[in-house]
Nanobody, 125 residues
Framework: VQLQASGGGWVQPGDSLRLSCSASGRTFSRYATAWFRQAPGEEKRFLAGITWTGNQRYYADSVNGRFAISRDDAKNTVYLQMNSLKPEDTAVYYC???????????????????WGQGTLVTVSS
């Protein structure tokens, strides 16, 4: 299984970015998918998750209302739309899948088995 996160970069506070996560060897429509981020010196933190059914989304309080997770089954891609970015959003962003299909998961890094390589988002003026 290979997950490829992309779309990171340098932006100014208040800007928007959309991250993409593609997968080989897995079909997103069969798995819960989540985005996490890791800032220097910190653990990976959950940001957003979408159930395998695609009809429920969950967000961390820190990004609720600013970030949105979505999935395009035709492209087998999951997105993270990030709006109103803040300097504290600076981190490496990861997409992740659990090992089991059709599973309900806790939105905790320990529940996820497959990880992309991460894409760096830097928010700075």
């Amino acid at each position: 299984v290979q997950l490829q996160a992309s779309g990171g970069g340098w932006v100014q506070p208040g800007d928007s970015l959309r991250l993409s996560c593609s997968a080989s060897g897995r079909t997103f429509s069969r798995y819960a998918t989540a985005w996490f981020r890791q800032a220097p010196g910190e653990e990976k933190r959950f940001l957003a998750g979408i159930t395998w059914t695609g009809n429920q989304r969950y967000y961390a309080d820190s990004v609720n209302g600013r970030f949105a997770i979505s999935r395009d089954d035709a492209k087998n891609t999951v997105y993270l739309q990030m709006n109103s970015l803040k300097p504290e959003d600076t981190a490496v962003y990861y997409c992740a899948l659990p090992n089991e299909r059709y599973a309900s998961v806790s939105w905790d890094a320990r529940a996820f088995f497959h990880w992309g390589q991460g894409t760096l988002v830097t928010v700075s003026s």
